[in-house]
């Protein structure tokens, strides 16, 4: 199965980089299906990114997100957003759950996958590899366009 995800993700990469406005259009892995995937360009001085992703499982059986892995920062990893005492702070968290016929959304303000300490900023127009670790479903490449950031996105991030 490993082969077969493999496969899938090298062509959504190669539609990824040949068609970069099509991003409508979700990518299958096995059960997954992965769409939306973005991530937030960031300033020249800030050391850490934030990448999002749409994830929906159309599978009979509940899978969980595990993991992130990049090399454009020293560390991926999975956090959560909350409301504590008033002030949003970001979480790490071990995973999400992939619930059967549910989507699982990343965006601003919620789940995401975070880079800490970028090697470079992510400039707006640019993309990177992201690889998903699912706990069934395995490893899933995408290639994540990097996309400035919108009105209402300039949240604090506090750690
Ligand atoms: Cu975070």
């Known amino acids: 199965m490993k082969i ?7 062509i959504a990469a190669l539609i990824a980089v040949s068609a970069p406005g099509l ?4 990518m299958k892995a096995g059960p997954l299906e992965l769409s939306d995937a973005w991530a937030r360009a960031s300033s020249g001085h800030e ?7 749409t994830i929906a499982n159309h599978g009979g059986e509940a899978d969980r997100l595990i ?3 990049s ?14 005492d008033g002030i949003m702070k970001m ?3 071990e ?3 992939l619930l059967p016929g ?7 303000g919620g789940y995401h996958i975070m880079f800490i300490g970028l090697h470079k900023p992510l400039e707006d127009g640019a993309s990177f590899p992201l690889t998903l670790v699912f706990e069934k479903g395995g490893e899933v490449a995408l290639e994540v366009p990097v996309k400035k950031i919108g009105a209402g996105g300039a949240m604090k991030m506090n750690h």
Do not use: F
């Open 4 to 10: 077969l995800y493999a496969a899938a993700a090298a």
């Open 23 to 26: 991003h409508a259009e979700g």
């Open 47 to 53: 050391g850490n990114g934030a990448a999002y992703v």
């Open 67 to 69: 993991g992130a892995k």
């Open 71 to 84: 090399d454009i920062a020293e560390k991926t990893e999975i956090h959560n957003n909350l409301m504590e």
């Open 91 to 93: 979480r790490r968290v």
């Open 95 to 97: 995973s999400i759950d």
């Open 102 to 108: 549910e989507s699982a959304r990343l965006q601003p």
